[in-house]
């Protein structure tokens, strides 16, 4: 049984709507942090699936994977900060709950 | 294997290092102030702020002498085709390298009142400005997002450098969690166009629909394909979030609010910059066939994001907040002047003279504000400016000229930059969108002149009590009140000469 590109674009697809939800409607910091990785990782399956699924033997479509290379050096460099400010921010509030960071307001 | 080295040694003839040197040379900069901040002993690492500003002067200065010697006679690529090499394009250069060193002035004053290491700070600038530089060069979109995520990484520490405040983490926060979660957006966007446009059963694919030329000419064989629609509205919506469009827009104020002074001026106007001429590029580019579905979606952003930028900053108290409100509205403005571009080709470049007149302005102002005291700058209202006109008057005058051409008054080079979109609009037919713009215009006036009352008519009974400010002088630099002086000076010559005198920049139209 072979598998089509439709369903790794539907597991894409569902990890990528997991990821925005996951941002939108999670309070905690560090799980905000889990789905917006989620969601880079929904790219990276969709870029090399259709790079798999378009190449031609005049074109490989080698720019989709070397992309992936990419997104996983931009996303550690991501998380590298920003748990960084995480940290930083946990020493001064003891906290990390989006509700609770609140001091920038009218 | 051997015709595969021949492919590869053919894509290399195209690498012309020589046309990135700029970018090169900021890198190498901002290594060496590292380096020389390890090395040398403390008594002299006010070289390291010389060396810097002197080397960022050298660069711009040779950047302005070569781009107007040999400047680009056509456009073309290198890189293969990662990089265009156009007149706009160097233009933007030269703009960026003017924020960042203006930024490194304000950054050294800032964080030497407040005791932050000052070398890291230079160093984030610098790097974040080459990869602006890159970015408005870009022609494929690995390239594009690479610059963008070495900008906004950058953004994320400089926001939060202020370790010691908790607005200023929790801005840094706050910008990183919305910063992350657009690029995410951009991504999947860019992500759909590469499958759509590399998809060999629809017509015009090609085998690197990542470079901007192959993809433009693939969206106008499929204008109606679904994922090419779904992949435009999403990369349109990454590029919203910089530029600060609704309904991306809500970030801005309190990420502006909470970020160190010079980091505000720097977000305000190299970030929005960067947005701006990436959606240049985009829609001249590969999205120009999609003009039909364009012209109606970034029109309705335009007026949300004026009439939301202008409505906000009217009951405003807090001076950083209303810049960032108010800020949102030029990106209105300028998102109009992109509207018409579609119709008048030379709107693009009236938006790139807009980005000049704010950059005169904004940083004009965010000096003056940054010279306004030790207090936590995140809480400044305009109560602070009371009568600032008679304790300072040197910087009443510098910020009553730069509110005054962001407001769009007559002499000032603000009014150009208006005069010029409200223009290409009127002759693309845009008129309920100008009549929005104009409404906005007007609205403005109010808040920006309310500004201007609290500088200079405030009636005061108290004496003032004590002279400005504290200026505590870096080490080993020129005194600081003075070099300030001739930076707010020069920024204002500039706002009332390019009201003028327009030849400067003349060739942009």
Same mark, same amino acid.
């Given at each position: ?45 969709? =870029? ?40 930083? =921010? ?17 | ?9 053919? !894509? ?25 901040? !390890? ?52 233009? !933007? ?176 106007? @190299? ?30 952003? @335009? ?65 003056? !504000? ?18 600032? @006109? ?120």
């Amino acid at each position: 049984m072979t598998v089509g590109l439709n369903a790794f674009l539907t597991v894409s697809g569902l990890l990528f709507a997991i990821g925005v939800f996951g941002v939108l409607l999670r309070r905690n910091t560090l799980v905000i942090y889990m789905s917006l990785e989620l969601m880079l990782n929904a790219v990276n399956l969709a =870029l090399v699936s259709f790079s798999r699924y378009n190449a031609t033997p005049d074109h490989s479509m080698m720019d989709g994977p070397v992309f992936v290379f990419f997104i996983i050096t931009v996303a550690a460099a991501e998380v590298a900060v920003g748990l960084a400010i995480i940290v930083a =921010l946990y020493r001064k509030r003891q906290t990390i709950f989006v509700s609770e960071l609140n001091a920038l307001k009218n | 294997m051997n015709d595969r080295l021949a492919i590869y040694s053919e !894509m290399a003839q195209e690498n012309s290092w020589l046309s990135i040197l700029p970018e090169i040379s900021l890198g190498v900069l901002a290594l060496l102030l590292l380096v020389l901040e !390890m090395t040398l002993p403390k008594e002299r690492q006010g070289l390291i702020l010389r060396l810097a500003l002197f080397g960022q002067v050298v660069i711009l200065l040779a950047g302005v002498v070569f781009s107007s010697l040999f400047g680009v006679a056509t456009e073309h690529t290198s890189f293969n085709g990662l990089l265009m090499h156009s007149v706009r394009g160097d233009v !933007m250069r030269l703009f960026f390298l003017l924020c960042s060193l203006l930024v490194c002035h304000l950054g050294h004053q800032y964080a030497s009142r407040r005791g932050l290491p000052q070398v890291e700070f230079i160093h984030l600038v610098l790097i974040v400005t080459a990869g602006l530089m890159l970015l408005a060069q870009s022609h494929n979109f690995i390239l594009l997002f690479v610059a963008l995520e070495t900008v906004t990484v950058g953004f994320y520490i400089l926001v939060s450098y202020s370790r010691g405040s908790l607005y200023s983490l929790e801005a840094g926060l706050k910008y990183l969690i919305l910063g992350a979660f657009s690029s995410a957006i951009l991504l999947f966007g860019i992500v759909l166009l590469y499958g759509a446009g590399g998809n060999p059963q629809l017509p015009g694919s090609s085998g690197d629909p990542m470079n901007f030329a192959l993809l433009g000419s693939f969206i106008e064989a499929n204008p109606d394909n679904i994922l090419v629609l779904a992949g435009t509205v999403l990369v349109l919506c990454g590029v919203a979030f910089k530029i600060g469009a609704v309904p991306f827009q809500i970030w801005i104020p309190d990420v502006y609010q909470g970020a160190p002074i010079p980091v505000t001026a720097f977000l305000a106007v @190299a970030s929005k910059a960067g947005g701006f001429i990436v959606l240049i590029i985009l829609v001249q580019g590969p999205f120009a066939p999609l003009e039909r579905v364009l012209v109606p979606m970034l029109g309705a952003i @335009a007026i949300l994001t004026i009439l939301f930028g202008n409505l906000g900053a009217l009951s405003q108290k807090n001076v950083k907040r209303l810049m960032g409100l108010s800020g949102i509205a030029h990106a209105g403005y300028m998102l109009l002047g992109i509207v018409a571009s579609f119709q008048v080709p030379w709107a693009a470049n009236a938006v790139v003279f807009y980005l000049f007149t704010y950059l005169l302005a904004s940083f004009a102002i965010f000096g003056v !504000m940054n010279n306004m005291g030790p207090l936590e700058d995140g809480d400044m209202t305009l109560d602070d400016f009371k009568d600032l @006109a008679r304790k300072n008057p040197y910087n009443a005058a510098v910020l009553a000229i730069g509110l005054g051409s962001l407001a769009g008054i007559p002499p000032l080079a603000g009014f150009i930059g208006k005069l010029l979109i409200f223009i290409a609009a009127f002759k693309a037919g845009l008129y309920g969108l100008l009549g929005v713009a104009v409404i906005g215009v007007v609205l403005s006036i109010y808040y920006y002149f309310g500004w201007i009352l609290e500088v200079y008519f405030w009636p005061s009974l108290v004496k003032a009590e004590s002279e400005e400010t504290i200026e505590p002088s870096g080490p080993g630099l020129i005194p600081a009140a003075n070099s300030h002086r001739i930076v707010l000076g020069c920024l204002t010559a500039g706002t009332l000469i390019l009201g003028f005198y327009q030849g400067a920049l003349s060739y942009l139209l």
